[in-house]
C-alpha cells in the first residue's frame, strides 16, 4: 500500500461505512498494492525527445523535465523520441485535461510508420476524453509489419480520475513479450508466438506522444465534437522514461543482432516479471474494467488470434461483437453482490 497516494485521512469515511469514494480506494489498493514502484531513471525532455508538431503548443517547463501539450481551435501538437528503439521500456508520468473533453486523442505509443511505410510495427495507449462528468476511456493495440487489417484493440475504464493526479503509463517491448502497465499494474500482457509472425512488432520504434481532435470518432463514435470553448485542452507528461537500444533503421548490422544483450538487460529488469501478485491485480483489471476485446469479438475474428488466451469464466461476460453483454445494470448488480466499486458510466457500449 502506498501511504503517500491515498492515506488513511483520505480514504476512511467519516461514517465508518464504505461511501463510493471508499470503494474507489479499496480497488486503488488491490490494485496499487501490487508491488512497489518501479526503480526507474528518468531523462529531461530534451535528452530524448523532440517537438514533433505544432510546436508552439508544446510547453517546456522551467526545468526541462516535463512538457505540456496543448490543443486548441488551431492545432494539437506532439512529440517524438529522438532515435528509433529495438526493443525498450516507454514510461511516461500523464495527467489528462480535466472537465470537458469529448472527441479529445491523447495518445502515447509507438511507431516506425514513418520509416516503414507499408509495414509498420506500432503499440499504442489511446486514451479517450469525454463530455464532463464521464470518465476517460482508453485502447491499447498493436500492430506489426503493416498488419492494419488486424486490429487488435482492448478497451477499458479506469480506477482512478486521470486528470486528478499524474499516473505512469509504460509499454514494455522485448523479443518475446509486450507487457502494457498503468503504474505498477500490468493490464495487458502479449507473449510471442510463432503463430504470430510478423504480426508481433520486430523493427526499431520511435515513441510517440500526441494531443489531437478525433471528433469524428473518439467519443460515441462522433455523436459529441470537441468543444473549443473549453480549450486550451493540456495533457502534462513527466518523469520520462526511455530504457532501450538506439539504432539507426538501415544500418548494416541488423538491430536484433546488435541489440541482442540490451534486449536481455530488459529482460531481466523488475517490470519484466509479471509476478504472482501484479498478475492477479491484472486479472483483477480485465474482470472489472475491459469492456472490449478482440479476442471475444468472434463476429471480427471467428477464429481469435493465436496470442489470445480465451478465459471461459472471462469469455462469458462478452457477446460475440467482443463487448460486455451487460451495461450499467451489470455494474449495478456486481456492485451488490461483489462491492465492485464502480465509477459513473453508463454508455461503455456505444462508442468507439
Ligand atoms: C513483412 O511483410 C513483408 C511484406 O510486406 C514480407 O515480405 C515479410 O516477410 C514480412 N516479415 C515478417 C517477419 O513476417
Redesign the pocket.
Known sequence: MDERRCGKSVCSSSEGRLTSFGLFCVVFFTLAGAAAGFNLATIPFDEGYSPLFGDGNLVRSPDGRAVRLLLDRFTGSGFISSSLYHHGFFSANIKLPSDYTAGICVAFYTSNGDVFE??HDELDFEFLGNVEGKPWRFQTNLY???STSRGREERYRLWFDPTKQFHRYSILWTSDTIIFYIDEVPIREVVRSDEM???FP?KPMSLYATIWDASSWATNGGKYKVNYKFAPFVAEFKDLVLEGCPVNPIQEVPAAEACAEKDAVLKGEDYAVITPERRSAMRKFRQRYMYYSYCYDTLRYPVPPPECVIIPSEKKRFKETGRLKFGGSHRRQSRRRSRTPVTTVSDDQSDM
Do not use: L, Q
Open positions: 507499408k509495414s506489426g509489419n503493416g509472425g510478423g504480426d520486430s
